[in-house]
């Protein structure tokens, strides 16, 4: 048996959206790993944006490691992922009457959103048998397994988990730290790629721009928007039909890859032919849609605990004002209830122990645990070795 892991921690430096304590909560994991569940050191990939010693967390980079531990990985094995940063929705730029979900995503360092969709190519192909856990301590990341279901977390009657009233009374307010909330708006994700491009981003242009700033790296979610509109293009629609099918927000995309299409400085065939995806996703163009079932990853393929439920955020805290001490608040009480009770804890144990110490720490997220039913019992992770 093979314990294997890839640690991801962004605090986007000299960016708007800095954060100070992701890279300090991968740092505390890779001990944690270590120490108490027995993984050897070069079984462990670490992915920081504040130094030179690891592989920064872009978007193609944290694709090809979850690629390789994936293709290594073997029916017994361990496999944990770790993501501490932004996460991020974006929303529909069609006025498609079937396009009104959103895309949830993680954000890399580079701004590379990595989606369902990804996370599906990539983690199709792993072994049945290997205990796979990914924790995302971030905002909307709870849609990034499918056929996942929520058994801890807000359930379809709105009632919070196993913490008490009295605790999730104390969490209403935030007023012990100085923190910051780790999602990056829609709004704000215009700013950044402007910044990045040079050029103006609108709400209808985010996927094209991805697109054209990452072309084979891009995500999925990404190549196959652009696809969908290529071909309607290609099949000569109308000015009016584009409007009609994409409303004023989606029309600003059309016409940005329409102006792509007719600049003879570009070779078509190079840049749109970088939107073809090899895998199970969906392709359609609708915002957040789904394949067919049977290409959906498997129930039962992971557990996921999400940093916070879909109408909260995830906090960046910083106690004492100086960035050596912050923290994610998820991981950081992950690791206070793993080293309080020296692993021996499962994965349903482990939310609500968690989601009832951030009640008392006044914070306001709650945490969810996305899995098959059999998985709330199973060890987190592993079992401990100590």
Not at 177 to 194: F, I, M, N
Not at 207 to 231: C, M, N, Q, W, Y
């Amino acid at each position: 048996m093979t314990k294997r892991a890839i640690l991801i921690g962004c605090n986007y430096p000299g960016t708007k959206v800095g954060l100070n304590g992701c890279v300090n909560d991968v740092k505390r994991m890779y001990n944690i790993l270590v120490n108490k569940y027995g993984f050897e050191e070069e079984n462990i990939k670490l992915m920081t944006d504040v130094d030179d010693e690891n592989d920064p967390p872009t978007g193609a980079n944290i694709k090809r490691a979850i690629k390789q531990v994936v293709s290594d990985s073997e029916e017994g094995d361990v496999f944990y992922l770790h993501f501490s940063g932004h996460g991020t929705q974006v929303p529909a730029e069609s006025g498609d009457h079937e396009d009104d979900g959103m895309d949830e995503a993680i954000v890399p360092t580079d701004l590379n959103l990595i989606t369902d969709d990804d996370f599906r190519i990539l983690l199709k192909p792993l072994a049945g048998g290997v205990q796979f856990t990914f924790v995302s301590d971030s905002c909307h990341s709870g849609g990034l397994l499918d056929g996942e279901q929520v058994q801890i977390g807000i359930a379809d009657d709105g009632e919070l988990g196993d913490e008490t009233e009295e605790h999730a009374e104390e969490g209403s307010t935030r007023d012990f730290t100085p923190a910051a909330e780790k999602y990056v708006d829609v709004g704000t994700l215009q700013e950044l790629l402007s910044e990045r491009t040079g050029q103006e981003v609108s709400l209808g242009t985010i996927r094209t721009v991805l697109f054209d700033v990452f072309g084979d790296d891009a995500s999925p979610t990404v190549k196959v928007f652009v696809k969908h509109i290529k071909e309607r293009l290609e099949d000569g629609v109308s000015e009016e039909e584009i409007l009609e099918l994409y409303g004023e927000t989606g029309h600003m995309a059309v016409a940005y890859l329409k102006a792509k299409m007719d600049d003879e400085e570009i070779d078509n065939d190079e840049y749109f032919g970088k939107v073809d995806v090899d895998g199970p996703v969906n392709r359609s163009g609708h915002a957040n849609a789904k394949p067919d079932p049977e290409d959906c990853l498997p129930p039962g393929t992971g557990i996921l605990i999400s940093g916070c439920q879909s109408n909260q955020t995830s906090a960046d805290a910083n106690p004492t004002g100086d960035p050596a001490d912050a923290y994610g608040a998820l991981t950081h009480t992950i690791i206070g209830v793993v080293e309080e009770l020296d692993g021996n804890i499962t994965n349903g144990e482990l939310v609500n122990a968690v989601r009832k110490k951030l009640a008392e720490s006044k914070f306001t997220q709650r945490p969810c645990l996305f899995s098959v039913e059999e998985a709330v019992d199973i060890p987190f992770i592993c079992e401990p070795v100590c």
